[in-house]
């Protein structure tokens, strides 16, 4: 399943992802991995938290950043959830046609694998297609 945090910049979206991997950082049943680009989040979020710099890895476009989160997947056999700081910056692509691809391909991986999965958009929701609604 995946949660998506809309909102123009500034609106409070990054508090609420840091609040919510803090209390899944509370849970030792619980293995999260949160993909950021560049390391705003390290002094905010506990310790349990694994948190993955994307500017570090050759990851370019949304066809990538699946196979990327394939491969945390893969190597992370009891992954519980995947969290993405600022898709865009993450994915270095703002195309909303791909991005809604990305996601609808993201969800069928994540039900498969048997993940959580939560995204930050910036966008106003009003100019997004119904399919990312």
């Known amino acids: ?32 991995v949160c993909i950021e680009a560049g390391r705003r989040l390290d002094r905010m979020v506990k310790y349990k938290i694994r948190l993955v710099d994307i500017s570090e890895y050759p990851v370019k476009g949304y066809r990538e950043l699946l196979s990327f989160i394939a491969g ?4 992370d056999y009891d992954l519980t959830h995947v969290y993405i700081d600022s ?8 195309d909303i046609a791909r991005l809604e691809t990305f996601l609808n391909d993201l969800n069928a991986f994540s039900e ?12 106003e929701m009003d100019n997004l297609p119904q399919g990312i609604r």
Do not use: E
Not at 72 to 75: G, M, P
Not at 87 to 94: G, L, R, T
Not at 112 to 123: P, Q
């Open 112 to 123: 498969k694998d048997n993940f959580s999965v939560m995204i930050i958009l910036s966008a």
């Open 72 to 75: 945390i997947s893969a190597k």
């Open 1 to 32: 399943m995946i949660k998506i945090i809309v909102g123009s910049k500034g609106s409070g979206k990054t508090a609420r992802l840091v609040d919510d991997l803090n209390m899944q950082a509370v849970s030792d049943a619980s293995n999260v």
């Open 87 to 94: 898709i865009f910056k993450v994915a270095n692509d703002s």
